[in-house]
């Protein structure tokens, strides 16, 4: 039905039509107003909801004014991915509509809660939302119940710095069957979790456990074996010895970057030829601090990964100048960080790699959640 006033025309709500308008400010309100508000913030609202097209909200000759409310439902939520995990949540509180359309996994595609206690109902909480990549670094668990969950589609976990032991750690892979990306540097895990981690994610592509102390090379050598698609890896400051170095990367055929600073007790010249000829695709590259590494080692990397763009040799001291300045022969390499070492001859690398970018940043840490090169 259509009522007509002396400065506009309003089209009464109907159910049916699905089509609400509000009127121009200073124009009476429609008789059934408030039964309009009402219908609108109702629980149907697949039935009430707003269906406007977008360039009726600025035609004044139809009596319409701009609202948020009145955008269609998929440019809502198109403007809710765009906003952060705390933000997400204010707008929970702001309507019931906003309510409703944020129960959608598709609004919270990342969640992001660092440095919290995450108890029962907030890590029940975030795993009711359904995301994609859940980013928790430096957070303590202090939920034990989580096989009560069921599985999610979880493919990206951060807990680096996170306070999870093992037994935690494994009950929340058992709900994560399609999980990609894993990091957990400098958490309190063991080799537990390692063999854990090789039965229950054989889709895995990046695992980071920089620093883990309490992790040794038992269950590594097996891993490349359990998770064929390992792209990429951060093994820094981990203990194991150069037969389970060998044994891991026998297989790792698919390996883009590699973090192996540290490791000063399981790389040798031996380990670097094997990486050099199984992993050609390698594009990021760390073994600083590797002292057995020799100008053998580096030889073969430069004469096997030609796609190589990121080199990090620092402190490696039984490398000679002479073999440094092969690096220029990489075609794709624009990042070199020798730190510690041929700080004398510096220029002369520089004018032997004039489009290298040499010592440019001291920390060149691997983080396995993060994606740095496309496939």
Not at 216 to 238: I, N, Q, Y
Request: proline share 4%; glycine share 4%; charged share 25%.
């Amino acid at each position: 039905t259509t009522t007509t006033t002396a400065s506009t025309t309003l089209v009464e709500p109907s159910v049916d039509s699905g089509l609400v308008v509000a009127p121009r400010r200073g124009s009476s309100k429609p008789k059934n107003f408030t039964s309009m508000v009402e219908t609108e913030t109702s629980l149907s609202f697949n039935t009430a909801r707003r269906k406007l097209d977008p360039l009726d909200v600025f035609d004044d000759e139809k009596g319409l004014e701009f609202s948020i409310l009145n955008l269609p439902e998929i440019f809502m939520i198109d403007v809710f991915r765009m906003l952060s995990t705390k933000q997400l949540i204010t707008c929970l509180s702001v309507c019931k509509l906003w309510n409703f359309l944020l129960i959608r996994p598709s609004c919270w595609r990342v969640i992001k809660a660092g440095k919290k206690e995450l108890s029962e109902d907030r890590l029940q909480w975030i795993f009711n939302r359904n995301p994609l990549e859940a980013h928790l670094p430096g957070c303590s668990f202090s939920y034990r119940g989580l096989f009560s969950l069921s599985d999610v589609r979880l493919r990206t976990i951060n807990l680096s710095h996170a306070n999870i032991d093992d037994d935690t750690l494994i009950k929340l892979l058992h709900t994560t069957p399609q999980l990609r990306q894993l990091e957990l540097e400098r958490t309190p895990i063991t080799s537990k979790t390692i063999k854990w981690i090789k039965r229950l994610c054989p889709k895995l592509e990046a695992l980071g456990i920089k620093t883990c102390e309490d992790v040794d090379g038992t269950e590594l050598s097996g891993l490349s074996v359990s998770c064929p698609k390992l792209r990429r890896l951060s093994l820094a400051w981990v203990d194991f010895d150069c037969d389970q170095f060998s044994e891991l990367v026998k297989n790792l055929h698919n390996l883009v970057e590699l973090d192996i600073s540290g490791c000063c007790n399981g790389v040798n010249d031996e380990g670097m030829k094997l990486l050099s000829s199984v992993c050609n695709k390698l594009r990021w590259l760390d073994t600083s601090d590797c002292y057995m590494v020799t100008d053998v080692g580096l030889m073969s990397i430069v004469a096997n990964c030609k796609k190589l763009e990121v080199l990090s040799m620092s402190r490696c001291h039984r490398l000679s100048i002479s073999t440094m300045l092969t690096v220029s022969s990489l075609p794709k390499l624009h990042t070199l960080n020798l730190f510690g070492c041929f700080q004398s001859v510096y220029q002369q690398i520089r004018e032997s790699c004039r489009n290298v970018s040499i010592n440019s940043s001291p920390i060149t840490s691997l983080n396995c959640a993060v994606q740095q090169f496309t496939k």
